[in-house]
């Protein structure tokens, strides 16, 4: 089963791809299917022996561009439709044993062009709404794959979270006259809060911080997806993400678990609508310190209510001298 | 949606290959290297190397 469902309860798409249960599943090092094909071993999803980055269509998709029909049929009240979209992995390295925070800074920087590369390609379609490139890193937030990777999902729609993040930027932008982000970045910086300061983009510990150690990197300029990025931004976000995850693991003392999402402008929509999105990065460890985990729990889960175990500005400057102290390789 | 000088951006199969002729806009490092291929089973994938230093 491969369709989506509507939630008139809530207003929202909820995706189902059962076929997802048969996918890999914390397989040993030596049948990764991320790692390169050398020669004379076993074949993988890769068939070099030898890459930097390498982005393919998932071989479990949650969305395709060649959707089954539905098992069932929809009603007025509950439609129900193909899960039509796009579904990419993007392997950061043939090293197996690397993470983001350890490629260093130049392969963080191609990270950024292959993410840009991949938001064009997949906004070209036009039965596409949203593009999220994101990253499940660590067995604390569910990850299968060990080996470094994040994803790209390309949403026949805006989901829930961008959406509400449209409404609050359109809200604020009527009451205002400006965007909601940029005035986020200018109380931010050279606050109590920040993590790392860049040229072009700002790292810090958000005030309504969801997670203990959320750390949000905000573009300064007002720009709405990774492609409109010139040289000197790629450069900076590069820059100042690299040492962020450098310095997580440098706080925590190990490989820090997290959930990372590039939140862009949506695609295929109006110029006022796509006007509205301001790129930035959401970055969420599960850790509150101590080897406990911040769960989503009934606040959360039935609320939408997050609650939060450490303040913004204590994390702030722990996490900012752990990214000071962090060895970032270039 | 369209490019930034207004053309039409590219799409192959309802955008399902990789657009081999939709650079990574402006801000490419310097000698990018983007190799699309297609896997054995007819699947997408694509390669991006630095340039040299």
Redesign the interface.
Known sequence: MSERRYDPTHDEWVTFATHRQDRTYKPATADCPLCPTHPGGPAT????AH???????N?FPSLS??PPTPDVAGTDLVPVEPAYG?CEVVVFTDDHEATLASVGE??V??LV??W???F?????????GYVLPFENKGEAVGVTLHHPHGQIY?YPDVPPRPAREQRAARHHRDRTGRCVFCDVVAQEQGGPRVVVEGTHFLAGVPPWARFPYEVDVWARDHVGT?????????DDLARVLARVLAGYDEYFGFRTSYLLGVHSAP??VPDDERGLGHLHLEICPPHRGGGKLKYLAGSETFGGAFLTDVAPEVAGPRLRDAAERATVPA | MRGEEGQPWPTADAGRQPCATADTGEGAMPGLVVEPETLPDGRSITYFTAGPE
């Open positions: 999803e890769i068939p070099r890459f930097e980055i390498a982005v393919f269509d071989r561009p060649t796009h130049r392969r920087r191609l062009d292959a840009a590369h991949r064009r390609a997949l906004a070209a379609d036009p039965r596409i390309a990774m492609p409109e990025l010139d040289t000197a931004a790629r695609v295929n």
